[in-house]
């Protein structure tokens, strides 16, 4: 018969989850439970969660720009990128979404990181993307502009997830590199950021089709919405 208590931390992440209970404190107790029912002793668990801690502490880095994308919203970062789109007349949600994808996969490609969600997605991108929508419909019901901010997640889901291997010294393509090594596949590290670029291109490609796609049911409902208002003022 299987064994499927080793799978306990499993339901433990899920019910904490469902219940909105403290992230970390679920982990950490999914994580010790699972090496309890699979013999672990306590002090190796410890050391074992002390030792992933240790050499993925970079990880924990994005807290200290969390402060600084604080001062900056406060002191008007968010107005100005709505300006700065309000001035150009042919700037659309699409086209800077779009824009955006590409620097994040060119800089994913040279090893850098300017993106993210809290730090580039909500002071900049998403505000400059509802900016470009406003210019369409000024008074921007709260529905679209929940897409829209959602469209501009997306964006930057699609640029770190699907390019993130395009440069060599990366860790996740140094992880592949060595659970291939281990079983005794070579395979060099410039191949692998090679056979990374289709994945990325072709990821591009369908936000690219996706964005039109929904940057054109924003503006045909707009249309509608502003259609209708029209008759009922002619009628009143």
């Known amino acids: ?22 992230t970390l404190l679920v982990i950490l107790v999914a994580g010790v439970a699972t090496g309890l029912v699979a013999d672990i002793a306590l002090m190796d668990i410890l050391s074992t969660l002390g030792q992933s801690f240790t050499q ?22 968010r107005q100005r990128a709505e300006q700065l789109i309000g001035s150009m007349k042919k700037a659309s949600v699409s086209k800077i979404l779009m824009t955006y994808l ?34 369409v419909s000024p008074k921007l019901q709260e529905e679209k502009r929940q897409a829209i901010r959602a469209l501009a997640a997306a964006s930057e889901n699609f640029g770190n997830f699907f390019s993130q291997l395009l440069f060599i010294g ?14 005794n596949l070579d395979v060099q590290l410039e191949t692998m950021a090679l056979w990374a670029l289709p994945t990325a291109i072709a990821s591009y490609i369908v936000f690219v089709v996706f964005s039109k796609v929904v940057e054109a049911r924003l503006l045909k409902n707009i249309e509608k919405a502003a259609a209708t208002a029209t008759d009922i003022k002619s009628e009143g």
């Open 56 to 77: 993925n502490r970079y990880m924990s880095l994005f807290i200290l720009i969390l402060p600084m994308i604080g001062i900056l919203e406060r002191y008007g970062l």
């Open 1 to 22: 018969m299987i064994d499927f208590w080793p799978l306990i931390g499993i339901v433990i992440i899920t019910v904490g989850l469902a219940l909105k209970l403290n």
């Open 102 to 135: 590409l620097l994040r996969k060119v800089t994913n490609g040279m090893g850098l990181s300017i993106g993210g969600h809290p730090s580039m997605i909500r002071p900049l991108i998403a505000p400059m993307a509802e900016a470009a929508a406003e210019k």
């Open 170 to 183: 990366t860790g996740g393509i140094l992880l592949i590199k060595g659970v291939m090594a281990d079983n």
